[in-house]
Structure formats: structure tokens, C-alpha cells
């Protein structure tokens, strides 16, 4: 296994400890800040694999599948936690999730048709966006403009996930197209 799976791989450990210390009572002062500290290491890996795997030519099919799924579920695995906890709106959740199922399916069409559906610039920025929604969520300062930058990207991550996702259709419409 080369250095960019085993980073994807590791991410994915990193998720049960993440949600762990973040909804676990027995650390009710400190837990969601080692948490926070686990998800910004996590994040930090999907930044890493990609970039070390297309510097040195090491994309791998494993990679291929694996790295966009330990972003989703990371991602909605610290979604699902502050919707649990009221910290996040379940619409928000609600949205990204079925957008997420879409594109799967979606993929998964393409795939049977012999077409291979990249991953887009919007998808990143709106990786991107959710983790840093995430990290604000978490990080959680009791400020007017905190809670008000918090909110603007919460606000973008979800226009994203929707712009990211008109983006993969229009881009692939040819999938859709009855293939008889």
C-alpha cells in the first residue's frame, strides 16, 4: 500500500475517534477540542494523499474510491454528531446527504456505462467548506461575528454542495441519456 492510501486509510481510523471524544461524556470539558484536533489531523490527510498521489504518479483504484468516501463519511459523521447535539440545522445535513447519495448513485450509473465521472473543482471547494464548517462548529467561540462567520459558511458549503452538484449533472449529462 503507498504513502497516499495508507494516509486515506488512516483518516478513516481517525473517524471512531473522532466521534468518541466528541459525544463522549467523560470528557465534558476538553473532549470536543481533542475531537476538534482529530478532524483537523483527518482533514490534513485528504489535503496530503492527493497531492503526494499525483506528484509521484501513485493513483490507485483503492485511492479512487477510498479518498473521496473517507471525506464523506468523516465529514458526515461530524454532521450527524452536531445534529445530535444541536449544533447544527438538520436541513443542512439533510441536503449534503442526499447530494451525496445522488452522486453515488449517479457514479455508480456512469460506471456501468463505461464512463468515469472525475472529481471537479466544485466538489473540492465544497470538501473544502464543510470541513471548514466543521472546524468553526467546533471550535465554537461565543462571539457575534464568530458565530456570524460560522453561519456564512455554513451558508457556503451548503450553496456549494448544491452548485457541485447541477455541476456533475450538467458536466455528465450523457449518463442520463437513455443508452437503447
Known sequence: MNLPNKLTTFRVLLIPFFVFFYISPYFPEYG???????????SLTDLLDGKIARKYNL????GKFMDPLADKVL????M?????????????LIVIICREFFISGFRLVAAENGIVIAASYWGKFKTTFQMLMVILILVNLDFGWYRILTLVVMYIA?????????DYVYKNREVLKDQT
Open 158 to 166: 451548503v450553496i456549494l454542495t448544491i452548485v457541485s452538484l447541477i
Open 75 to 78: 465529514v458526515c459523521s461530524a
Open 32 to 42: 470536543r477540542y481533542i475531537a476538534l484536533g482529530i478532524f483537523i489531523v483527518a
Open 80 to 92: 450527524v454528531c452536531m445534529v445530535g447535539l444541536g449544533e447544527l440545522p438538520s436541513w443542512i
Open 59 to 62: 493513483v490507485t483504484n483503492f
